[in-house]
T-cell receptor
Framework: KNQVEQSPQSLIILEGKNCTLQ??????????LRWYKQDTGRGPVSLTI?????NTKSNGRYTATLDADTKQSSLHITASQLSDSASYIC???????????FGKGTTLSVSS | EPEVTQTPSHQVTQMGQEVILRCVPI?????FYWYRQILGQKVEFLVS????????KSEIFDDQFSVERPDGSNFTLKIRSTKLEDSAMYFC?????????????FGNGTRLTVT
């Protein structure tokens, strides 16, 4: 069954610190992997999209990595800010069809 | 920056009633989607729509659901006879490109509460 699992479920860090969020997926065949940021009560906003041939992609302070062999991805956030407090969702698209398969997300809280 | 807009932001309805959720996708986009998120759970795919027809739908999207693009700007999701378990946040999304690597732009959702 196609699944996307994320860890940790939640994370609390101090402002200015770095953190790394993990994603494992079983979607096969695989087209691309996306990371989204979702603020409470809002729609998801795209951070990065990586195809199977890409190992890393950055968007400002966000850097995503992908290991298509082990079916793992990570999202690294550098120098966290209070506004980074949100849910970070790993999303995978298979080669067949148009549907995106969402993970449950990691809830990040950045405190001062 | 252009955005996907959804109305209403919150809809309360009684079980068995029909509801229509409305979305205005980004103007030059051609691919449209509905997703839903039950409180505390994952976002789930409902349906994709292109060229005035459904491209793909999930098991959730049964005969009680329908989608329509009644004019050049709106994209609607209709639930014919709502059930308690339809209570969720419904997100509309659109994409401007056909490729599988194109980003989806999500609206801020309509929270549907069925009582």
């Amino acid at each position: 069954k196609n699944q996307v699992e994320q860890s940790p479920q939640s994370l609390i860090i101090l402002e200015g610190k770095n953190c790394t969020l993990q994603c494992n997926y079983t979607v096969s065949p695989f087209s691309n992997l996306r990371w989204y940021k979702q603020d409470t009560g809002r729609g998801p906003v795209s951070l990065t999209i990586m195809t199977f041939s890409e190992n890393t992609k950055s968007n400002g302070r966000y850097t995503a990595t992908l290991d298509a062999d082990t079916k793992q991805s990570s999202l690294h956030i550098t120098a966290s800010q209070l506004s980074d407090s949100a849910s970070y969702i790993c999303v995978v698209r298979g080669q067949a069809g148009t549907a995106l398969i969402f993970g449950k997300g990691t809830t990040l809280s950045v405190s001062s | 920056e252009p955005e996907v807009t959804q109305t209403p932001s919150h809809q309360v309805t009684q079980m068995g009633q029909e509801v229509i959720l409305r979305c205005v996708p980004i103007s030059n986009h051609l691919y449209f989607y509905w997703y839903r998120q039950i409180l505390g759970q994952k976002v789930e795919f409902l349906v994709s729509f292109y060229n005035n027809e459904i491209s793909e739908k999930s098991e959730i999207f049964d005969d009680q659901f329908s989608v329509e693009r009644p004019d050049g700007s709106n994209f609607t999701l209709k639930i014919r006879s709502t059930k308690l378990e339809d209570s969720a946040m419904y997100f509309c999304a659109s994409s401007g490109e056909k490729g599988s690597n194109s980003p989806l732009h999500f609206g801020n959702g309509t929270r549907l509460t069925v009582t």
